[in-house]
């Protein structure tokens, strides 16, 4: 089992709709939770970071995280083009170790 | 405009040859990160180096090897690398020393030939 996983995609949502991604993770005492964007030849860029249950909003991004079940998500509300990447969960564990998950492609489409 | 700043951007090298990739963080972050990243898979963890400690992961070869001059610098020395060691070289930034929100520079894209 992976400590991160993600639904590899590709995602494809059309222009003003609503992504969600999804991340599930196999360490109950996680404590750290983060979100990049990665768009094609470039480097990850961090979106957002949640560390309690509940939700996170920043602008269009809300981040989503439930320890009970062990899974944190991303919405995108009113999606745009340029929201086109692949999107990277990472986590850190109770021991301190920093993973990414497989990343999920999304494309919205015009 | 990234904090995180990142050379050479491009780099081609035989397997005999010795480079240097450097990267530097302006942000007084106190740990410093070198991943390797190949194409459609996510970044692999190389290097920590944290309040001066190293920590390594135990898969990566010896012909790899990190240098820290001060905290605001980390270098990557090459050295007979092999072909399968092409990949994009992603310098990372945090604050703190949990390996915590991390801010990555653009890379250095390395072909070995």
């Known amino acids: 089992q992976k400590e991160v996983e993600q639904n590899s995609g590709p995602l494809s949502v059309p222009e003003g709709a609503i992504a969600s991604l999804n991340c599930t993770y196999s360490?109950?005492?996680?404590?750290?939770f983060f979100w990049y964007r990665q768009y094609s030849g470039k480097s990850p860029e961090l979106i957002m970071s949640i560390y309690s249950n509940g939700d996170k909003e920043d602008g269009r991004f809300t981040a989503q995280l439930n320890k009970a079940s062990q899974y944190v998500s991303l919405l995108i509300r009113d999606s745009q083009p340029s929201d086109s990447a692949t999107y990277l969960c990472?986590?850190?564990?109770?021991?301190?170790?920093?993973?990414f998950g497989t990343g999920t492609s999304l494309t919205v489409i015009p | 405009d990234t904090e995180v700043t990142q050379t050479p951007k491009h780099l081609v090298m035989g397997m005999t040859n010795k480079k240097s990739l450097k990267c530097e963080q302006h942000?007084?972050?106190?740990?410093m990160y070198w991943y390797k990243q190949k194409a459609k898979k996510p970044p692999e963890l190389m290097f920590v180096y944290s309040y001066e400690k190293l920590s390594i992961n135990e898969s990566v070869p010896s012909r790899f090897s990190p240098e820290c001059p001060n905290s605001s610098l980390l270098n990557l020395h090459l050295h007979a690398l092999q072909p399968e060691d092409s990949a994009l070289y992603l310098c990372a930034s945090s604050q703190g020393t949990g390996m915590g929100e991390q801010y990555f520079g653009p890379g250095t894209r390395l072909t070995v030939t």
């Open positions: 942000m007084g972050h106190r740990a």
């Open positions: 360490d109950r005492g996680s404590q750290s």
């Open positions: 990472a986590v850190i564990s109770w021991g301190n170790q920093f993973y």
